[in-house]
């Protein structure tokens, strides 16, 4: 028998599989993480990115006449003296509706006592300014007839009304971040969450009578619309002198004015009738400013600025350089901002440029002008804009739908770290291209975003190029470089 | 009926295209960014096992690239096909290696040749062998231009190969001489990427993709003299000469938006990348068919061309060489009054300065190798595995050391063709 030594057919297998082992092994090795070459490379061969932060910015404020500030659910009352926007004030005007259900009243048993308002303080109201001071609430009742004119469709920021005598006054401290429900209350009054004004006694009398006797003045709407106009609270002490409390306090629009009474018995006990807020859609807030010299000129920046002078007509813009090289942002009061890049078209015409990476758009506040008392709004919506200064399309973010709001970056301590900053790469890159005639008139458009805009005072000064690098607003251009190869 | 030989032939092509398919990973060399990658020095056949070392190497059974001298000692009428797959392993060292990830493995198919006796003094072989690899990727650290505070990451690629497919004839004059003559077509793709990339979220904000295709004819010329000395020892000199060529090297340029779009596809100038002269000279001493010593020297003369032929910066080229010691030990039996080769055993060692001159330091690359081959008696197959140990670059002047070990695997497939009815002489 012969042993043969060398290799056999059964040793493919082993021989096989162990290759295969190795193959399989080696697979799943991990690469190693080599930090070698960066010395060797031709970094000028490959596309680059480049930013361009130096673009032009043409910053303008667009003054729009009023705002529509009906039915926003708020009675915004107060008054404030703003470094950069001068004196601010807010009247609430609404009307009022008779008892639902009016109680039977006998002068045998029920004693007439007094007449107030009631307002409501709740917590997470809007307010701004200074809540450490008394403000003073007065109560006028409107002295003419609450409807609109022909050719008025709703209630706006300029809209007001002629008013009688004070009806009343109460001067009262808000603390309006207090819980009530872990607080007996968040008024100086210690009323839990109300605001309390006593109103003229001689009105409540008249009133207790008209229900005493069912007076078709109270059963009749029309009628009672035609008597009793409605009411409008104001800030004690308004107008542009020294006794403004700085502080606009919200109320919420479910005001209620109440007839105190008596019924008389063994035991005495207090009752009242309410005469709640009426068309809800009716209630306005009358905001008074003076930008452009309206009211007199305040020797602030905002004295500058270009007011509408009919109606309609293209919101006017003025440019930066005219208030004092800011502009503004507090859209109850009519200001936007308007930016404009007129040389951003230059970008693309760089011999290197082949494409746009992304484009951001960074808002600075002017340092100083903004504290925990002067907020920031917290969300500022950006849109393009074109020669009529309205907003037009809300401006997404690349790759994402929905509107920005500049994604605020607040710090009290730092404040020039904090910013406003948007994407504007989608803009940018139609921009580059545009050569429309109007191009140089498009833009974009900064602008408080609804609800605030009507229920905010909350503003914002935003600084132009002139300003410090590192205070001012920029336009940041990333974009794809290659230099052509020779 | 399709005759078996066939069969296996087609099976074997087979084999070699899946091959292809499965390696997707392949290991770092960092080297290989330099120039057109890590020029190929082995051959993957059955010189493998003697470090490499066959430009006096002749077998009847094997094809010996090392020389294309070597193929007229194919016996007569005799196909022969072989295939090369190569496992590695590499351990990184050195400062630019981050000591989290300092290893990695592959497998990649490395050969296929056919040859045949075609008369009996002129053999010819063909095939497909790799030339030079490049497979790199690194990090760098990229401030944007006009600012002094942003950051990018800039991530380098590359990855392609040049091949070489060939014809080579050689012939035998006088039984002691043969010439031989290698035609091969040079062709490839080196793919070179540059990504930046955004810290944050790692997303592609821009990518530079550019393609170089190379090609032209190389030649490659061979001489071996053989005879016996006396009656227990035989020798064989042999030299080869690759002629300088000039590689048409045709760029293009892709620039890619972070969206993928294409923002940039250029064709570049053409230029040439110049593989220089390269000269070898081997001896092998053989006793009694059945140890053989062999001795190789290449010289490939890098320095003498331009230095703007490679483009890049912060190395140099330079001349390389490459010395090399074989021993085998082949363990043969006698059938029908014929010599048959049983087995064989194997080890070789290595020494040499590659073409590339980094941060000061000529790259050198030295190992061994230990091999072992069997002829199977019952098919006409044969294997040869191949262990190999190495050391290529060094740690010093902040560069990288690989140790590296590679398994060979070699199969080959031999039968006698066109034989017309006679089996054998």
């Known amino acids: 028998m012969t042993n043969n030594k060398f290799l056999r057919k059964e ?65 915004q009352v107060g ?10 004030t807010s009247r609430a005007y609404w009307q009022v509706n008779p008892p639902g259900n009016l109680p039977t009243l006998d002068p045998r048993s029920t004693t007439y006592d007094s007449i107030g308002l009631v307002l409501f303080a709740k917590t997470g109201n809007p307010y701004y300014g200074d809540t450490t001071v008394y403000q003073r ?39 309006p971040n207090l819980n009530t429900l872990l607080n007996l209350s968040n008024t100086s009054q ?55 409390a700085n502080l606009i306090y919200g109320f919420k629009d479910s005001a209620i004015m109440r007839i105190y009474y008596r019924q008389n018995a063994v035991i005495s006990s207090g009752a009242y009738i309410d005469f709640p807020i009426g068309n809800k859609g009716f209630q306005f807030n009358n905001v008074i400013t003076h930008y452009g010299g309206n009211g007199g000129y305040q020797n602030k920046p905002v004295d ?21 090289h800011v502009s503004f942002v507090q859209s109850i009061g009519g200001l936007n901002v308007k930016l404009s890049f007129p040389y951003i078209t230059s970008i693309a015409l760089r011999a290197d440029y082949i494409g746009l990476l992304r484009a951001s758009l960074i808002v600075r506040p002017v340092p100083g002008s ?40 607040l710090d009290y301590f730092h404040p020039l770290n904090t910013e406003y900053t948007y994407d504007v790469t989608g803009f940018i890159k139609q921009a580059l291209l545009n050569s429309s005639p109007n191009a140089l008139q498009t833009g974009v458009y900064l602008t408080i975003p609804s609800p605030a805009n009507t229920g905010a005072f909350n ?28 | 009926m399709v005759p078996t030989r066939i069969k296996i032939s087609l099976l074997l092509s087979l084999l070699t295209v899946t091959s292809l398919g499965v390696m997707a990973q392949n290991n770092f060399s960092p080297y290989s960014q330099f120039g057109i990658g890590d020029v190929e020095d082995g051959f993957y056949n059955r010189t493998t096992g003697l470090g490499n070392t066959g430009i006096a190497y002749r077998s009847n059974r094997y094809l010996i690239n090392n020389n294309p001298a070597s193929f007229s000692a194919l016996a007569n009428q005799y196909f022969s096909m072989e295939m090369g797959i190569r496992g590695s392993f590499i351990q990184y060292s050195g400062s630019p290696v981050t000591p989290a990830s300092t290893q990695s493995g592959d497998i990649t198919f490395r050969r296929l040749v056919m040859g045949i006796k075609v008369t009996k003094n002129w053999g010819s072989s063909i095939g497909l062998v790799p030339f030079s690899t490049q497979n790199y990727e690194f990090n760098v650290p990229y401030y944007l231009q006009g600012t002094a505070n942003e950051v990018a990451n800039n991530y380098y690629q590359g990855h392609g190969s040049v091949n070489k497919a060939y014809w080579a004839n050689s012939y035998e004059f006088f039984h002691h001489v043969s010439l031989g003559v290698d035609a091969g077509y040079i062709f490839g793709q080196l793919n070179q990427k540059n990504i930046i990339q955004n810290l944050s979220n790692g997303a592609s904000e821009t990518s530079t993709q550019t393609n170089v295709n190379l090609q032209n004819l190389y030649m490659t010329y061979g001489l071996q003299v053989y005879s016996n000395l006396g009656k227990h020892w035989s020798f064989v000199l042999g030299g080869v000469y690759s002629q300088k060529a000039d590689l048409l090297a045709s760029p293009q340029t892709v620039v890619l938006a972070s969206d993928s779009s294409t923002l940039q596809n250029e064709q570049l100038a053409e230029r040439y990348l110049t593989l220089p002269n390269a000269y070898g000279a081997g001896l092998s001493l053989t006793h009694n068919e059945k140890y053989t010593w062999v001795a190789d020297y290449r010289y490939q003369d890098w320095g003498s061309l331009h230095q703007n032929t490679y483009q890049g910066q912060g190395y140099a080229i330079a001349s390389s060489e490459r010395a090399s010691l074989g021993f085998e030990i082949s363990k043969k039996r006698i059938f029908y009054n014929q010599r048959v080769e049983m087995n064989f055993i194997q080890t070789g060692l290595y020494y040499g300065n590659s073409y590339l001159q980094i941060n000061g330091k000529q790259i050198k690359d030295r190992g061994v190798t230990f091999g072992f081959g069997a002829n199977s008696l019952k098919s006409p197959l044969a294997y040869n595995i191949v262990f190999q140990y190495g050391i290529k670059g060094t740690t010093a002047n902040n560069l990288i050391r690989e140790n590296y070990a590679n398994v060979t695997f070699i199969l080959n497939y031999g039968s006698i063709w066109y034989t017309k009815g006679k089996k054998f002489d």
């Open chain 1, 370 to 409: 903004f504290s925990t008392t002067w907020r920031l709004p917290p969300a500022v919506g950006i849109f393009s804009t074109d020669q009529n200064n309205l907003p037009l399309a809300a401006i997404p973010a690349a790759g994402l739908a929905g509107a920005q709001t500049g994604a605020l970056l």
């Open chain 1, 190 to 244: 210690g009323t839990g969450d109300t605001v309390r004004i006593p109103m003229d006694k001689a009105l409540g009398q008249q009133l207790y009578n008209m229900i005493y006797n069912k007076s078709d003045t109270i059963t009749n709407p029309t009628k009672w619309q035609n008597w009793f106009h409605g009411l409008c609270l104001s800030p004690g002490g308004s107008g542009n002198g020294s006794n403004v």
């Open chain 1, 11 to 75: 040793l493919l297998f082993p021989i096989f599989s162990s290759l295969l082992a190795l193959f399989f092994v080696a697979g799943c090795q991990k690469q190693p993480d080599l930090l070698f070459g960066s010395t060797f490379t031709d970094q000028g061969k490959g596309a680059n990115i480049i930013l361009v932060d130096t673009n032009t910015v043409v910053m303008s404020t667009v003054l729009v006449d009023s705002t529509a500030t009906s039915g926003t659910g708020y009675l």
């Open chain 1, 459 to 486: 503003r914002l000064i935003i600084a132009d190029q002139s300003y410090p690098v590192d205070q001012r607003i920029t336009l940041n251009v990333y974009y794809i470089s290659l230099y052509p190869h020779q």
């Open chain 1, 79 to 88: 008054s404030y003296n703003d470094d950069y926007l001068g004196n601010i």
């Open chain 1, 304 to 324: 500058s600025l270009v007011r509408p002078t009919r109606n309609p007509q293209i919101p006017p813009a003025t440019v930066s350089s005219r208030t004092n």
């Open chain 1, 137 to 175: 609430y007065v109560v006028n009742q409107i002295d003419t007839l609450y409807q609109e004119a022909n050719g008025q469709f709703g209630w706006y920021s300029h809209d007001s009304l002629p008013l009688g005598p004070d009806l009343g006054s109460a001067t009262v401290r808000i603390f």
